[in-house]
C-alpha cells in the first residue's frame, strides 16, 4: 500500500487500483489552469487578459474543474502503475467520473487490464494435414480457353502459332509450341496451388499453436485494438480527402460489418504476436546485430523519404528487433510443424 492508492487484483489479469489526488495539489493546478483561462476572458470593465480568475462564472469552472482533472489524473496513474510494475495492454478503465468537490481529496478508481502469464503448449503434438496437389488437365484447358477469350492474336486456332503469340503477351518468349506453352501454364497453376496451400497450413498452424498453449486475449484489448484499426482508417480517409459514408457505399459494407471485422483481426493479431512471443522465448530465439542493420537497411532503401533520425532512435531499433525476432520464431515453428523439406519443395 502507498499513501496515494491501493491496489486489489480482481483475477490473474485485472487489476483495480483506487487513487486519490490531495486537495491542495488538485487546486494548485486548477489555479494554473483558471488563470489561463482568465487570460483569454472578455468581461466589462476589465482589460482583456487582466480578469481576476474568481470572476469567471460557474459553469466555466466547473469545466475547468473537469479539465483540470483529466490532466492531473494520468500522472497519478502513471505513477502507481510504475510502482506496481503493472504494463496495461489498453488504456485503464474509470469506473465513474469522481465528484471534484472544493477543499476535499478526489478518490477515483480505475481498472487496469494486464496480459496474462501464458505457457507455451506442446508443439510437438500439432498435427497437420498436407497433402500432394495436382493441377488437372481440364484446369490447363481453362486458363488456354480463358487466354483465347481475352488475348487477341493473329493466330485464331489454338496451335503451335497461337501458342507463340500468346507466349510473348505473357512474358513467355521461351515458349514454342503449345505443348510448352501447356508445360508453362502447369507449372504457374502448381505454383500458385502450393503458394495458397502453404498459407492454409501456416495459419491452421498459428491456430492450433494458440489453442494448445490456451491463448486468451482479455476483451478489453481486443476491443481496444480494434479502435486503433478504425482510428487509423478514419485517418487515412481523412489524409485522402475521402468521406467515410462514402467509401462504405462504394464498398457495400456498413460500418458496423467494419467494426466487426476489425474485433476479429484485433483478436487474430494479438493471439498471433502473443503466441509468437511465447515461441520465440522458449527457444531464446534471438537477432544479432547483424541481422538488425541487414533488416534496417532494407526498410532505409525502401523508403528513400523517411526522417533519418528514427533509425537511431534506440526504442524505434528495439521495435524492429522485436519484430524480427517474432519473425524468425515464425519461421522455426513452421519449419518444426510443417517440416523443413515441405518447406523447401513449396518455396
Given at each position: 500500500m502507498?499513501?496515494?492508492?491501493?491496489?486489489?487484483?480482481?483475477?490473474?489479469?485485472?487489476?483495480?487500483?483506487?487513487?486519490?489526488i490531495?486537495?491542495?495539489?488538485?487546486?494548485?493546478?486548477y489555479?494554473?489552469?483558471?488563470?489561463?483561462?482568465?487570460?483569454?476572458?472578455?468581461?466589462?470593465?476589465?482589460?482583456?487578459?487582466?480578469?481576476?480568475?474568481?470572476?469567471?462564472?460557474?459553469?466555466?469552472?466547473?469545466?475547468?474543474?473537469?479539465?483540470?482533472?483529466?490532466?492531473?489524473?494520468?500522472?497519478y496513474?502513471n505513477?502507481a502503475?510504475?510502482?506496481?510494475?503493472?504494463?496495461?495492454?489498453?488504456?485503464?478503465?474509470?469506473?465513474?467520473?469522481?465528484?471534484?468537490?472544493?477543499?476535499?481529496?478526489?478518490?477515483?478508481?480505475?481498472?487496469?487490464?494486464?496480459?496474462?502469464?501464458?505457457?507455451?503448449?506442446?508443439?510437438?503434438?500439432?498435427?497437420?494435414?498436407?497433402?500432394?496437389?495436382?493441377?488437372?488437365?481440364?484446369?490447363?484447358?481453362?486458363?488456354?480457353?480463358?487466354?483465347?477469350?481475352?488475348?487477341e492474336?493473329?493466330e485464331?486456332?489454338?496451335?503451335?502459332?497461337?501458342?507463340?503469340?500468346?507466349?510473348?503477351?505473357?512474358?513467355?518468349?521461351?515458349?514454342k509450341?503449345?505443348?510448352?506453352?501447356?508445360?508453362?501454364?502447369?507449372?504457374?497453376?502448381?505454383?500458385?496451388?502450393?503458394?495458397?496451400?502453404?498459407?492454409?497450413?501456416?495459419?491452421?498452424?498459428?491456430?492450433?499453436?494458440?489453442?494448445i498453449?490456451k491463448i486468451?486475449?482479455?476483451?478489453?484489448?481486443?476491443?481496444?485494438?480494434?479502435?486503433?484499426?478504425?482510428?487509423?482508417?478514419?485517418?487515412d480517409?481523412?489524409?485522402?480527402?475521402?468521406?467515410?459514408?462514402?467509401?462504405?457505399?462504394?464498398?457495400?459494407?456498413?460500418?458496423?460489418?467494419?467494426?466487426?471485422?476489425?474485433?476479429?483481426?484485433?483478436?487474430?493479431?494479438?493471439?498471433?504476436?502473443?503466441?509468437?512471443?511465447?515461441?520465440?522465448?522458449?527457444?531464446?530465439?534471438?537477432?544479432t546485430?547483424e541481422?538488425?542493420?541487414?533488416?534496417?537497411?532494407?526498410?532505409?532503401?525502401?523508403?528513400?523519404?523517411?526522417?533519418?533520425?528514427?533509425?537511431?532512435?534506440?526504442?524505434w531499433?528495439?521495435?524492429?528487433?522485436?519484430v524480427?525476432?517474432?519473425?524468425k520464431?515464425?519461421?522455426?515453428?513452421?519449419?518444426?510443424?510443417?517440416?523443413?523439406?515441405?518447406?523447401?519443395?513449396?518455396?
Amino acid at each position: 500500500m502507498n499513501d496515494f492508492y491501493t491496489k486489489k487484483e480482481i483475477n490473474e489479469y485485472t487489476h483495480e487500483f483506487e487513487i486519490k489526488i490531495p486537495a491542495d495539489n488538485f487546486k494548485h493546478s486548477y489555479d494554473l489552469l483558471i488563470q489561463e483561462y482568465a487570460k483569454d476572458s472578455d468581461i466589462k470593465g476589465f482589460r482583456k487578459g487582466k480578469v481576476p480568475a474568481d470572476m469567471i462564472n460557474n459553469q466555466v469552472k466547473e469545466m475547468v474543474k473537469f479539465e483540470t482533472f483529466e490532466k492531473v489524473a494520468p500522472l497519478y496513474i502513471n505513477t502507481a502503475l510504475s510502482k506496481e510494475n503493472v504494463e496495461p495492454i489498453a488504456p485503464p478503465e474509470y469506473k465513474e467520473i469522481p465528484k471534484i468537490l472544493d477543499g476535499l481529496d478526489i478518490t477515483f478508481t480505475i481498472t487496469v487490464t494486464t496480459m496474462p502469464d501464458f505457457k507455451l503448449g506442446d508443439v510437438s503434438k500439432i498435427k497437420i494435414d498436407k497433402k500432394k496437389l495436382k493441377v488437372e488437365d481440364k484446369e490447363i484447358e481453362d486458363a488456354i480457353e480463358d487466354l483465347k477469350k481475352t488475348q487477341e492474336t493473329k493466330e485464331k486456332e489454338v496451335n503451335d502459332k497461337w501458342a507463340k503469340e500468346i507466349a510473348k503477351v505473357i512474358n513467355a518468349e521461351d515458349v514454342k509450341t503449345l505443348e510448352e506453352l501447356k508445360t508453362k501454364i502447369k507449372d504457374a497453376l502448381q505454383s500458385q496451388k502450393d503458394h495458397y496451400q502453404l498459407h492454409q497450413l501456416q495459419d491452421e498452424a498459428l491456430r492450433q499453436g494458440i489453442e494448445i498453449s490456451k491463448i486468451e486475449i482479455p476483451e478489453s484489448a481486443i476491443k481496444f485494438e480494434a479502435s486503433e484499426r478504425e482510428k487509423a482508417f478514419n485517418q487515412d480517409m481523412q489524409s485522402k480527402g475521402v468521406k467515410i459514408e462514402d467509401f462504405l457505399k462504394a464498398n457495400n459494407i456498413t460500418i458496423e460489418k467494419m467494426r466487426e471485422l476489425w474485433l476479429k483481426d484485433a483478436k487474430d493479431a494479438l493471439e498471433a504476436d502473443t503466441f509468437l512471443s511465447l515461441y520465440s522465448k522458449e527457444n531464446k530465439i534471438e537477432i544479432t546485430d547483424e541481422e538488425l542493420e541487414q533488416k534496417i537497411n532494407s526498410i532505409k532503401a525502401s523508403q528513400p523519404n523517411a526522417d533519418k533520425n528514427i533509425f537511431s532512435n534506440p526504442q524505434w531499433r528495439e521495435y524492429i528487433k522485436n519484430v524480427e525476432r517474432k519473425e524468425k520464431g515464425f519461421r522455426q515453428y513452421i519449419g518444426e510443424v510443417l517440416g523443413k523439406d515441405f518447406l523447401d519443395e513449396h518455396n
